[in-house]
């Protein structure tokens, strides 16, 4: 029986899913604390009512707790789906915003747990997830770059056995150092031997003596440098010769190693993004490369040399680059107010006296029935001698009282939420069609019946509203969105040659903003008013100041309508830009690309031996990696020149002699600064006393060193936000005075919220280990807000004036 024990990655991938899992299980605890009283016990508007009160706090955990009972208890109610669906969205960024900071202080473990918090809220936040995958590898200090491309599985037996490109496998990679004048031959030879490389040369090459000074530089460069003196190139034949030549171009092309590489693309989705891919390789690469797409299996297939492979592996991991994408929450607000006011009193118009003469009756009677006949005459000249009053007939107008005050204000809330890919277009629209009239034909025939064959053409017009944006997210989370905002209305209808056609109301923004990730965009003024007043009354009675009232009618209306758009961005994810994907690759020359290669420690870091010898700033590492046992080059060399004790030549032996001569010993000063170089970090934290402030009060922060070995002096610059924040003074800390020596504290105001400080210990003394606070930093808050306090640029030197390894973090104080 075999018992196969899990390895190491299983436990690995199993305690994260503990810990994911724990996360969960934490996050449900917690929400279940929240609800003190039970689910049952109260109804969904109670619930919806203590939600709503939560997000007027912006306390997003309860809010979300709280919206989650209440869709639970009535599922099918929208209010509470939409609320709920809300209140989760905003609560699981809230947790990824919180552990960034926490991730940015140093807080690593922190930062996890609210990345975990975010996506057991919303499992599907992208951006939690990344979070997550990001701050996994730095706890395993594994580098971000995400080209980690997938293995053919399954191969078949002779592919399986197809070899990749030669890489040399030096037995030594310490530093060389040779001055002398040889010829190239024994120079190329005694560097071979210091590395453990057999060196083998083209027939058609011919060797000059020149002069070679190397001081301190790694295989490769020895190489190049030898190279380029010498007009000569190397190609790995094994892993451990090299065939040198004659550098010319027709050289290079016979000898230069020729591979077939396939990549495939993760995040071109489109056609337009695999060709910009394909014309971005084609202009950086030479024109010899053979390179093509195959967009079925949206990969690129490449044949080139090692150096041209690999760049092209290191520019698909730079642009193949997961698109940002962008959450707008719309508003939409139309607010209508009507105001009329009718009020008067409206005599008689008008009095008619229609003159006439005495009626004439005669009546009729048969056995059966009897009639009555009335006859009116029209006055004659001969009536007017004898008028009456009856002979005339007076008719008046109606009175009227009017008395009536009417007020409506109408508001009609729209909130959409669109989600958008960075550069791409998104729309957005709420309403209906309208059929709308764009012409009529007939089919020929004739005059009599053309009418009945006349055809209209129709064709449909949006109403409502109408979003259309494109958003672009810049390096610096602010986005710039192109948009066009449209709220259109059926107003009345037109009749146009017999056929009723729609007027349509309209009220459109055109325009491009840049908003910084959450800041609200107000966007109003779109104002339509009308006023309208009429007078009706008697003429002359109307006119009178106290009469009027009586003997007029007033009428008098005012109408406003008015529409609010607010728009708010929110970055839900964003390609993980590190400084594997900013920094400047060597090419080589312009003949060929040939790809000079660093330390692997150094290129995963930020900072490496020359830049903290260099200047007393050096960068941030990315990550903290384990240093690598030191070997000498006297070691290496020793090791070299007794298994490769069969040179050829005694001009290559006293080569390999010299160079095992100039290489320095562990303990000599030249090699000082690379054992510095190589030991563990200096951590420089930002230590506040007390995380929030108020307007007015005076704080302290320390900046804490832990680590330190022969610490003696420590130049450092902090930076900080001047609008929230002043610094008052900086004061000596206690570490570096701990043998009662005293220390020299200078600082420097750079202006915009910068200071550059230097803290170090007398001459002649010996610098300090362990840890403790290095310097004390008295703030003054000015004004309410939040001001990260970052050690931008932090440098340490121990007591032989050797810069060492030194890391940086933040905190964040919030003023309120």
Not at 98 to 107: A, E, K, M, P, T
Not at 220 to 237: A, E, N
Not at 654 to 675: F, I
Request: charged share 15%; hydrophobic share 40%.
């Amino acid at each position: 029986m075999t018992i196969q024990k899990p390895g190491r990655g299983a436990c690995t991938t199993l305690g994260r899913s503990l810990f994911h899992a724990g996360a969960a299980a934490a996050l449900l605890i917690s929400t279940a604390a929240f609800t003190a009283p039970p689910a049952h016990a109260q109804s969904a508007s109670a619930w919806s009512k203590r939600g709503a009160d939560a997000e007027s706090r912006e306390d997003w955990d309860a809010a979300f707790e709280a919206y989650r009972q209440a869709h639970l208890l009535k599922p099918n109610d929208l209010r509470y789906k939409t609320h709920f669906e809300r209140a989760r969205f905003s609560a699981a960024a809230a947790h990824v915003d919180r552990g960034r900071v926490l991730r940015q202080s140093g807080d690593i473990h922190g930062a996890l747990t609210e990345f975990e918090r975010a996506l057991a809220i919303d499992g599907s936040n992208q951006s939690a997830q990344q979070e997550i995958n990001v701050t996994e590898r730095i706890l395993a200090n594994t580098p971000t770059s995400n080209l980690d491309l997938p293995a053919s599985t399954g191969p078949a037996p002779e592919l399986a056995t197809l070899g990749e490109p030669l890489k040399l496998k030096p037995v030594s990679s310490d530093p060389l150092t040779l001055s002398m004048v040889e010829d190239t031959k024994v120079l190329y030879q005694a560097i071979g031997k210091a590395a453990g490389l057999n060196v083998i040369f083209d027939p058609d090459y011919t060797s000059r003596r020149i002069q070679l000074d190397l001081k301190g530089v790694s295989l490769s460069d020895g190489l190049r440098i030898l190279g380029t003196q010498s007009g000569t190139f190397y190609k790995p034949v094994t892993s451990n010769t090299i065939f040198v030549a004659q550098n010319t171009q027709q050289k290079r092309q016979d000898l230069q190693t020729r591979a077939v590489q396939t990549f495939y693309l993760s995040n071109a989705a489109t056609q337009a993004d695999q060709n910009e891919l394909l014309t971005a390789l084609r202009n950086v690469l030479e024109q010899d490369v053979k390179i093509f797409l195959v967009p079925s299996q949206n990969a690129i297939v490449e044949r080139g040399t090692p150096d041209q492979l690999m760049l092209t592996q290191e520019l698909l991991n730079n642009l193949d680059r997961p698109h940002s994408e962008v959450v707008v929450d719309v508003a939409v607000l139309e607010v209508n107010r009507d105001h009329s006011r009718n009020l008067g009193l409206t005599l008689p118009q008008s009095v008619t006296i229609t003159p006439q003469v005495a009626n004439s009756t005669s009546s009729s009677s048969s056995s059966s029935s009897s009639s009555t006949t009335t006859t009116t005459t029209s006055p004659t000249l001969n009536t007017f001698a004898n008028l009456t009053a009856s002979n005339f007939a007076v008719s008046v107008g109606n009175a009227t009282v009017a008395a009536l005050l009417s007020d409506s204000d109408t508001r009609i809330l729209q909130n959409p939420r669109i989600r958008a890919t960075d550069g791409q277009r998104a729309q957005l629209k709420i309403g209906q069609k309208i059929p709308v009239a764009t012409g009529s034909y007939s089919s020929g025939a004739s005059t009599a019946i053309v009418s009945s064959l006349v055809n209209t053409q129709f064709t449909y017009m949006d109403i409502g509203v109408n979003i259309d944006l494109t958003p672009t997210v810049h390096q610096d989370r602010e986005v710039s969105l192109k948009m066009k905002l449209e709220i259109s209305t059926h107003a009345s209808d037109v009749t146009i040659s017999g056929v009723t056609e729609p007027v349509i109301g309209q009220r459109t923004v055109e325009q491009v903003i840049q908003l910084k990730e959450g800041e609200p965009s107000i966007l109003a003024g779109i104002l339509t008013r009308q006023e309208t007043d009429s007078l009706s009354g008697t003429p002359g009675l109307s006119e009178i100041p106290i009469l009027k009232n009586i003997f007029s009618t007033h009428n008098r209306d005012r109408s406003q309508d008015e529409v609010v758009f607010l728009l708010i961005p929110h970055i839900v994810r964003e390609p993980l830009i590190t400084r594997l994907n900013t920094r400047a690759i060597d090419t080589g020359s312009g003949q060929a690309i040939e790809l000079r290669r660093e330390v692997v420690a150094e290129a995963l870091a930020g900072d490496n031996a020359a830049s903290m010898n260099t200047s007393a700033f050096p960068q941030q590492p990315a990550r903290n990696l384990p240093p690598s046992a030191p070997i000498t080059a006297a070691q290496a060399a020793s090791a070299m020149i007794g298994q490769i004790g069969n040179e050829n030549t005694p001009a290559a032996q006293a080569a390999a002699a010299a160079l095992k001569q100039n290489s320095q010993p562990v303990g000599s000063p030249a090699a000082q600064p690379a054992a510095a170089a190589s030991a563990p970090p200096v951590s420089f934290a930002v230590a506040p006393g007390q995380a929030t402030q108020t307007v007015g009060s005076t704080f302290q922060m320390a900046v804490i060193a832990s680590g330190a070995k022969d610490l003696y002096s420590v130049p450092l610059q902090v930076q900080f936000n001047p609008a929230v924040l002043s610094l008052v003074n900086v004061d000596s800390g206690e570490l570096l005075s701990r043998d009662g020596q005293s220390v020299a504290v200078v600082h420097r105001d750079e202006g915009n919220g910068t200071t550059t400080i230097s803290i170090s210990r007398p001459p002649a003394v010996r610098g300090v280990d362990g840890q403790g606070s290095v310097c004390v930093l008295t703030f003054k808050a000015n004004a309410a807000g939040d001001s990260t306090v970052s050690l931008s640029k932090v440098g340490a030197k121990n007591s032989t004036q050797v810069n060492l390894p030194a890391v940086g973090s933040q905190a964040t104080v919030h003023v309120k």
